[in-house]
């Protein structure tokens, strides 16, 4: 029952490459950076997360006695690699923005610098960590935005694509502002409040629905949502009504109701209506089933009656923009600064930073891209020296710590950024030195090459918002 | 660097609601099945997949000493579930499809028989499990269809929901027709195929193109794959015909050449004339990008030049339709057939079985949903009795067998099953005793409980085609 998620998830050919880079001693630094290249047309800011996880995974990894005894059983691979795999622990640094940290497209999110083998074998990881937690809090903080005041919980799990990433999800969402999560799991290994009401396999295990709430509340006495929706919402509300002074007699409150299907708002406006008759305005209605930020803004807007939401698929799934166009590409080798210039894929090339100008009142104005080399363009540099020799510089920031950064910076959002609606994009500039180690670089590709494949270097400020796309490229 | 997915992956409703069972001696049989509700617009049928993880995970289950001691802290759980969960293994029965059956909306796939608090308290595993798996090999098989005789690869593991989505990607994927992965954890706990190439990183780190290739040809003699777009496709070519004859005196030969951007099918094209002009008829070719299986169907169509392709992102997160609007709901109790009739979401009590009947070709012609325990429609019976009493009823059928299964099913597939495009539904016949025990079922609730609640079943066969729904419900 227990996936072991160890060293071996990696590509093939990191192994084949790392092999080719031992076997001509290329050892020297190289400079990896993971970026995103399109932000999906939804998403007008996306926000760092998976930052923690990698420089876990990076400070822990280690290939194990097994899976170098079945490596060797593999055909191609040398004794050199496996001797090199043999010792392996990642010794480099790492330059990141924190966790929770809102940021655009085309911005290096996390900067890698090691011997070239290593920067190399921890490709695939590196994307994995950042792309799942990174789309699904940036799916989650547009939820929050759509659903002010009111209690988010993740209802996810069942729908990720895994348990662990259901895990992640919870993660992710609760970084982005949600309340907490049903997965059990996530409420043990990340502290996150958890959530629960009740299934209506629970409601038709007993003869009637009636018995089943009093079961249920007298059982979980200090938990008593009740799920209305079985057969007949407004029916089973009025049985809810019934039961609340019974329960009363035991010192038992009955804490909130759940819809799950049908027209939300106005069985929540009727269910509401009926509570209130009776007297029972501190019951809370919750719903859930199908939504989404769209969903969630529309049925606030439609009805007061609302006092939190489960999210579930869309939310573990990010349903609408289930990958991000990311890469984690080399910058730099041997001090030399390299990109590639494939057809719609050209890097910017050299070593970044992300500086970040504000207002006044703290509000983000613009950012600014340029080498982490040259002089500060002005503003908060947004990457920080977070690994160093293959050790964290600080300990993990604890999740509730990132929640409020992240909390912190939304107060500081452009009113724009906000919407759920696609918006001007905010502006990210590429300093001059950027654009111009670009084209310095292809036109000495072009004149020692004779290699027609020099493209000029689209330095504009375009954040480009196409389908997803990508393979190990 | 471990994750460990282990028992506490559930939602915290099912503890409540198994603590409410418990107090209330509610130990009786439950039945459980899992169906899928609606196909995706994209998927003329579905292909079962993850069942035999769920029958490890079933047969795996227990709660460790470390996860008790942590509920035990946690509040509103009683010493009674904390006790049941310390004994907790389960005892039950699996009915399920075997791992790659063709199977379509509405048909339980897998069948649970259980005391209830057991049957309840894996419901988000059941559903995580088989949803992932079935979602990927669902949309593998098209990839399959759209390029009959190509080498496919998965090459989703950087753009999959995590590390583990990463893993049952490459199996459900390798199930479904594709030759391989390059995820190398999958080839060690699956035995896939592991295929791998190089990546423009490794031709950016050497100062010039050709000596990259010869490089990497140097020193993975038999895997030579070289990738050809990191600046110019064409150049990179001849690159490749100019080091052909170097490398055979060494007796290595150039297997393939990947290209991963721009117009693949042009690239392709003239990339197998440069080759063929220079005898290297030999070289395969292989492209990537941003495939999926319409991608796969046009460049087919448009070249004959590819030998394979890589797919990645779209596979493993099955992006047109990345969660299966699927349900793991209770059926009977304590030997009482249940349901729920919520709007949208009313189910079909009782247990079930689903019966294939075939052509004289063995060609698929009509699937029936029945009762088990009515007399048998005729046709092959799908769900086979895999657990009895928490133990696999056989050994886990081998992966490469169930992949044969698979090839066999599709080669049976009534050819209108077989388009990419959505295609007039394949007949799926409920029987007369299911909804008879449905409109049975609903005038006994009406009578008995004054509920205006009672729906009338819609026992027509359709197959919904809708957006992907369902939250903990």
Redesign the interface.
């Known amino acids: 029952?227990?996936?072991?998620?160890?060293?071996?998830?990696?590509?093939?050919?990191?192994?084949?490459?790392v092999?080719?880079?031992?076997?001509?001693d290329?050892h020297q630094t190289?400079v990896?950076e993971f970026f995103v290249r399109q932000q999906p047309r939804h998403r007008n800011f996306l926000l760092a997360a998976g930052v923690e996880q990698v420089l876990?995974?990076l400070a822990?990894?280690r290939i194990s006695s097994g899976?170098l005894e079945?490596l060797s059983r593999?055909?191609?691979l040398?004794q050199e690699l496996l001797n090199w795999l043999r010792g392996f622990r990642f010794t480099g640094e790492v330059h990141a923005m924190p966790e929770g940290t809102v940021f655009f497209a085309n911005e290096p999110v996390l900067r890698v610098t090691a011997p070239?083998p290593q920067a190399?074998l921890i490709?695939?990881?590196v994307?994995?960590r950042l792309?799942?937690q990174t789309m699904i809090a940036s799916k989650a903080v547009r939820c929050a935005l759509a659903a002010p005041g009111k209690q988010l919980v993740d209802?996810g799990?069942?729908?990720?694509?895994?348990?662990?990433?259901?895990?992640?999800?919870a993660r992710a969402s609760y970084l982005a502002g949600f309340h907490g999560t049903?997965?059990?799991?996530a409420?043990?290994q990340f502290g996150i409040p958890?959530?629960?009401?009740?299934?209506?396999?629970?409601?038709?295990?007993h003869d009637?629905?009636s018995e089943a709430f009093e079961?249920?509340a007298?059982?979980?006495?200090?938990?008593v949502v009740l799920i209305l929706?079985?057969?007949?919402t407004e029916?089973a509300a009025k049985k809810v009504v019934a039961l609340a002074p019974k329960l009363m007699k035991r010192d038992i409150t009955i804490r909130g109701v759940r819809i799950?299907?049908?027209d939300l708002a106005e069985h929540a406006r009727r269910v509401r209506s009926i509570l209130d008759e009776a007297g029972l305005m501190d019951i809370q209605v919750f719903a859930?089933?199908?939504?989404d930020e769209f969903a969630l803004q529309q049925l606030v807007s439609e009805s007061a009656a609302f006092d939190g939401f489960?999210?579930?698929?869309s939310l573990a799934?990010?349903?609408d923009a289930?990958?991000?166009n990311c890469a984690y590409?080399?910058q730099s080798?041997a001090g030399q600064p390299?990109?590639?210039?494939?057809?719609?894929?050209a890097t910017r090339p050299g070593a970044k930073q992300v500086h970040r100008a504000v207002d006044r009142n703290g509000c983000m104005t613009r950012d600014t891209v340029s080498l982490e080399s040259e002089a500060s363009p002005g503003g908060n540099p947004l990457l920080k020296h977070l690994m160093a020799g293959g050790e964290r510089t600080a300990s993990e920031i604890p999740l509730a710590l990132a929640r409020e950064y992240v909390a912190g910076q939304i107060d500081k959002l452009p009113p724009a950024l906000r919407s759920l609606d696609p918006t001007d994009l905010f502006p990210v500039t590429v300093s001059e030195s950027v654009t111009r180690l670009a084209a310095t670089l292809d036109a000495e590709?072009a004149g020692?090459?004779g290699?027609?494949?020099n493209r000029p270097f689209d330095a504009t400020n375009k954040q480009h918002r196409l389908?997803?796309?990508?393979?190990?490229?």
């Open positions: 029952m227990r996936t072991e998620l160890n060293a071996l998830s990696l590509d093939l050919y990191a192994l084949t490459m092999q080719g880079y031992l076997a001509h290329m190289a990896f876990d995974d822990q990894m899976e079945w593999q055909d191609g040398t070239l190399q490709e695939a990881r994307i994995n792309q799942f209802y799990l069942r729908r990720a694509h895994g348990l662990e990433a259901g895990l992640f999800a049903s997965n059990v799991q409420g043990r958890l959530y629960g009401t009740m299934a209506h396999a629970f409601v038709e295990a009637s629905e079961h249920f007298t059982a979980n006495p200090d938990r929706d079985t057969d007949d029916a799950d299907s049908g859930s089933g199908n939504l489960g999210v579930g698929t799934t990010a349903l289930p990958a991000l590409k080399l080798y390299r990109r590639k210039s494939s057809e719609g894929k590709r020692s090459a290699s027609p494949g389908k997803t796309s990508g393979e190990p490229a």
